[in-house]
């Protein structure tokens, strides 16, 4: 077995009394796919924030590579190799694709005495990072972001991290707003990252896209770790069961029918069939 690349050990994280997350503990290993899922309020964004040097975590350790590290800003966790893409793609609309893409790293050349932006240069990359993931259809990079989809702007994103040298990728919720089309593409575009050797943390919502790609899931409820098991392990209905709080719907069911027969003298499948 392979030592995992990312791994959290029984992280905490306060705000003031409030308690967000709860001895928190996993492992993510090179060329697999963790799914966090979770509903809204569940914790993930505070997870995602830790992992990519937002927020540090009131107890607990993280370790890249079985070293300890600490984050004390994003830049730390780019230069560890850790990238997050949020769920727009962290792109600027304004912004030629080319630019967009190298923001903050631009390429120069010589003109004379001055250094300047290296506009022919920073395009081709950019197509052609893009090319590769399946996105065949930009062949200029002087095209603005705000013209392109939802997905195409996943890619240029998720491009641009592996051609920086990701190790671990963090996408958030990256097929929320999508098409079921786009979607199903931004889905390949996880598994070419996995089939490079990259880590993936997929977080979502939707258990179907988590099953299509995933190796490794974790289930988050109120800021703890509900459930974590491997794929295969469990079904669509019990990951589905597990983030909706089982217990707590069959604690509804069971008022809803109580209710129906108070106040009709019949259960909910007996008026049903009336």
């Not at 959290?8 to 928190?24: A, E, M």
């Not at 996408?171 to 575009?189: M, Q, S, Y």
Request: hydrophobic letters at 40%; proline letters at 3%.
């Amino acid at each position: 077995m392979t030592s995992p690349l990312l791994k959290l050990t029984q992280i905490n994280k306060s705000f003031g009394p409030i308690d967000v997350l709860n001895d928190i503990s996993l492992e993510v290993k090179a060329g697999e796919v963790l799914c966090l899922l979770g509903d809204n309020g569940a914790g993930k964004s505070t997870l995602i924030k830790i992992l990519s040097g937002v927020h540090k975590p009131t107890s607990g350790s993280m370790e890249i590579n079985g070293n300890a590290i600490a984050f004390d800003s994003p830049r730390d966790a780019s230069d560890n190799g850790i990238a997050t893409v949020h769920q727009f793609g962290g792109t600027f609309p304004l912004m030629s694709i080319g630019r967009s893409f190298f923001v903050g790293a631009e390429p120069t050349k010589r003109w004379g005495p001055f250094t300047i932006y290296d506009r022919s240069r920073a395009n081709e990359i950019a197509v052609r990072e893009m090319r590769e993931l399946g996105i065949t259809r930009i062949d200029d990079g002087d095209r603005l972001v705000g013209g392109l989809s939802g997905g195409e702007r996943q890619a240029l994103a998720i491009a641009r991290a592996v051609h920086f040298g990701a190790k671990l990728l963090i996408l958030d919720e990256p097929t929320a707003a999508l098409g079921v089309k786009e979607a199903a593409h931004v889905l390949r575009i996880v598994l070419q990252a996995r089939q490079k050797g990259i880590a993936v943390v997929f977080i979502t919502h939707n258990v179907i896209h988590a099953l299509t790609v995933g190796d490794h899931f974790a289930v988050l409820i109120h800021g703890s770790k509900a459930a974590d098991f491997r794929k295969g392990e469990k079904s669509r209905e019990e990951i589905t069961d597990l983030m909706a709080g089982g217990e707590q719907m069959a604690e509804l069911e069971a008022e809803i029918e109580s209710y129906m027969v108070a106040s009709t003298g019949h259960s909910e499948p007996a008026r049903q069939a009336l």
